[in-house]
């Protein structure tokens, strides 16, 4: 099977400009997830949907960040503006609800 | 709130010998537990989770891991390491109050040298 495909895989911009992120997950799994990675640390949960539905959005800074899934499958993870400390990895991953997640090799953003 | 502490930041091992990268958990209830690897610039992979049964789980590459509950440890073993072994790993714990997402250790560092 296909895995889970993310665009851009890097992505430079300079501070208070704005940036979007893709994922298309498995087909077929109904749960996706958005991760940030910060350089020497593990991933942090930023976004859950459930098919289309946003069921945990609680670590998501929605000052400046938004995200989306439309029809419940591909996604789009938006910056607006970014800052200097939004620079890190986003991972989206997904999974058919009870299975392990299944990992994108992320968007390397730095802001400048 | 479930977590997982990684205690080392890197683990050095020679090729050919047994190589262990630790985990301890905190968990209301019973864990799910799980172990990724990240090579470089590429997402995290699966190698293997613990839910329920037998103390020591098997999963890819040769890589097994043993579940302690008196010591909640959740250490990740393989008999004999393989340079292409080098990598992170991470150990994550099902967080009960989002679903099945995971919450991450910071990542161990494994360096096998030839």
């Known amino acids: 099977e296909a895995g889970v495909v993310q665009s851009p895989r890097y992505k430079i911009i300079e501070k208070k400009q704005p940036v979007a992120f893709w994922c298309n997950p498995i087909?077929?799994?109904?749960?996706l997830y958005w991760y940030r990675q910060n350089l020497g640390q593990g991933p942090e949960l930023l976004i859950r949907?459930?098919?289309?539905?946003?069921?945990?959005d609680s670590q998501l800074p929605k000052d400046r960040f938004s995200a989306e899934r439309l029809k419940g499958v591909d996604s789009t993870l938006k910056i607006q503006p970014a800052e200097l400390g939004d620079s890190a990895v986003y991972l989206c991953?997904?999974?058919?609800?009870?299975?392990?997640?299944?990992f994108g090799n992320g968007t390397r953003l730095t802001v400048t | 709130a479930q977590s997982v502490a990684q205690p080392e930041d890197q683990v050095n091992v020679a090729e050919g010998n047994p190589l262990t990268v630790k985990c301890t958990y905190s968990?209301?209830?019973?864990?799910?537990l799980f172990w990724y690897v990240q090579y470089p610039n590429r997402g995290l992979q699966f190698l293997l989770k613990?839910?329920?049964?037998?103390?020591l789980v098997k999963g890819s590459y040769g890589f097994e891991a043993e579940f302690n509950k008196s010591q909640t440890s959740f250490h990740l073993k393989k008999p004999s390491a393989l340079v292409s072994d080098s990598a992170l790993y991470f150990c994550?714990?099902?967080?009960?109050?989002?679903?099945?997402?995971?919450?991450f250790g910071k990542g161990t560092s494994l360096l096998v040298t030839p």
């Open positions: 087909s077929g799994h109904n749960t």
């Open positions: 968990v209301s209830g019973n864990p799910y």
């Open positions: 994550a714990v099902r967080d009960s109050n989002s679903g099945y997402a995971l919450n």
């Open positions: 613990y839910i329920t049964g037998d103390n």
């Open positions: 949907y459930e098919n289309e539905e946003a069921v945990d």
């Open positions: 991953a997904s999974s058919p609800s009870a299975s392990p997640l299944h």
